[in-house]
């Protein structure tokens, strides 16, 4: 036991990093209150030292930690390092804001629940047992509650705040009763050996589906899913826009990792899993992938035909993510490590267009302190090189060649297409068309509007330009040469640890 608790704690030290980055950030920030900028720094190395353990469990074989409560393995690290890539890169965007400049709160509690958010996202990824697997989902929501009503001098950020809690305490609730469902029905926490008592087929199909649905009710609140996604417009518009762009994608690909591995090793039946462009076998009589293509189908539906009448940019954004939400679910429902691996191709692309298009929306909004869109108007003359790459990040979040939306939409569709679900995919092909639609009516305003008299040029900082064109350039090289990554995902669905 001894030697199983210090081999753990070997393969635990990004996750201890990141604990004690934590600590260290609360303590600066009391020491050095004066500094404002010093936790920002701090966090910043604390997660530069987290990506070091984290580079150093490249290639390592597969090994559960602390009595199958947690793996580490290709999937989780997949995972691990885009939620982390996003930290640093909500840190930069922090460090940029008015928003939070304007505040006037001690930065470091802000630092420091981003640190702590990661925490949580980083369990999620690997959590292999039921408490585990609450555990993180509440340590990730109680700091998104928090960093959403940071700005509190915010007309609706309180309010935003509230409902977030409101929503998340019900998920949760419904969650955990679900848990204690499945745990009657099969004895066990872990999730290896609930597949093995429902492989045994001495279960109760209704009870069990039951149960499912309510878990799916909290893995939908974390991705944002219809009908779990009623937070998701008011608390991406209340919260600061930092918050917002990571809650956007951080928070959703740990909601995902955590949701595929559970599906994946609870409900598929290892013996004739199949190959990797094989289908996997589901347990008999217990078909849990049309639950989620109802919620694929309602999230790209409702989200986009609601997205149509926004005329704020966040929540064009929230409908937009939620949309996304129904997109990702697709290479979930096929069944197969194909659509596994163009969830994860997408993920990673959704990282470089998302943040990039919130990242703009930030730029103009500390310039002219609006995010409507009727604001934009003759933007694309005012600042050419923001309207131009605002319109390439856009074209990839409608799925346009050549950029990298184009090719995590084209994995997707393949999947779909490979597991004989054409309707999902004509289907899912209609609603990018929608999608089209309200990512015009910005392009249009930007460009095909012809600026007030009275406004002058909007000109940005170096800094903010090559961070925007961080986002841009990848999105565009990934749209043409995406063999690397698309290697990167395939290899990360070798995925869980067989016991």
Not at 72 to 83: G, H, N, R
Not at 161 to 180: E, N, Q, R
Not at 305 to 310: E, M, N, P, T
Not at 485 to 493: G, P
């Amino acid at each position: 036991m001894l030697q199983h608790i210090i081999d753990s704690s070997h393969l635990f030290r990004p996750e201890t990093a990141l604990t004690a980055t934590f600590c260290v950030v609360l303590l600066v920030d009391l020491f050095l209150r004066k500094r404002t900028s010093m936790p920002a720094y701090v966090a910043v190395l604390g997660l530069v030292v987290t990506g070091w353990f984290i580079a150093a469990q490249y290639g390592g074989a597969p090994a559960t930690l602390f009595s199958n409560m947690l793996a580490v393995d290709p999937f989780s690290i997949f995972f691990k390092s885009l939620t982390l890539a996003s930290t640093l890169v909500i840190v930069l965007f922090s460090l940029q804001s008015n928003e939070l400049r304007d505040s006037k709160r001690m930065m470091g509690e802000y630092y420091a629940l981003l640190v702590s958010l990661t925490l949580g996202m980083f369990l999620m990824a690997g959590a292999t047992n039921l408490i585990m697997m609450y555990l993180s989902i509440e340590l990730t929501s109680m700091s998104s509650y928090i960093l959403s009503a940071f700005t509190k001098e915010a007309d609706d950020s309180s309010e935003a705040s509230l409902k977030y809690v409101i929503f998340g305490a019900v998920s949760s609730g419904l969650m955990l009763y679900g848990m204690s469902i499945l745990y009657g029905l099969t004895g066990s926490l872990d999730i290896y050996g609930i597949n093995r008592a429902l492989i045994a087929g001495n279960v109760n199909n209704v009870t069990l589906l039951i149960s499912v649905v309510l878990m799916t009710a909290g893995f939908g609140y974390k991705i944002s899913a219809v009908p779990f996604h009623f937070w998701t417009p008011d608390v991406y518009e209340g919260a600061p826009l930092p918050v917002t762009a990571f809650l956007s994608v951080a928070s959703k690909a740990a909601g995902f990792a955590m949701m595929m591995r559970f599906f994946k090793v609870t409900f598929i039946d290892a013996a004739v899993g199949g190959s990797y462009l094989g289908s996997w076998i589901s347990v008999p009589g217990f078909e849990w992938n049309h639950l989620l293509a109802i919620l694929a189908v309602l999230s790209m539906t409702i989200g986009n035909l609601i997205a149509v009448w926004q005329t704020n940019l966040k929540r064009l954004l929230a409908y937009s993510s939620i949309a996304h939400a129904g997109y990702l679910l697709l290479g979930v429902v096929v069944l197969s490590n194909e659509g596994y691996a163009a969830v994860l191709i997408y993920l990673a692309v959704y990282f470089f267009m998302n943040l990039g298009a919130f990242f703009a929306v930030m730029m103009v909004a500390n310039k002219i302190g609006s995010e409507h869109i009727d604001d934009y108007k003759g933007l694309g003359y005012r600042s050419p090189l923001l309207g131009v790459c605002f319109t390439i990040l856009l074209l990839s979040l409608t799925g346009i060649p050549p950029t990298a939306g184009f090719v995590g939409k084209l994995y997707l569709f393949s999947a779909l297409l490979n597991a004989k679900w054409i309707w999902l995919a004509v289907v899912a092909a209609l609603n990018s068309v929608i999608s089209l639609y309200y990512y015009l009516r910005i392009l249009r305003n930007m460009f095909l509007t012809q600026p007030d008299p009275a406004g002058a040029p909007i000109r940005f900082g170096a800094v903010q330009i090559v961070i925007l064109l961080m986002f841009v350039i990848p999105t565009i090289l990934l749209g043409v040469y995406f063999g690397p990554l698309v290697q990167y995902a395939q290899a990360s669905i070798t995925m869980f640890t067989n016991r």
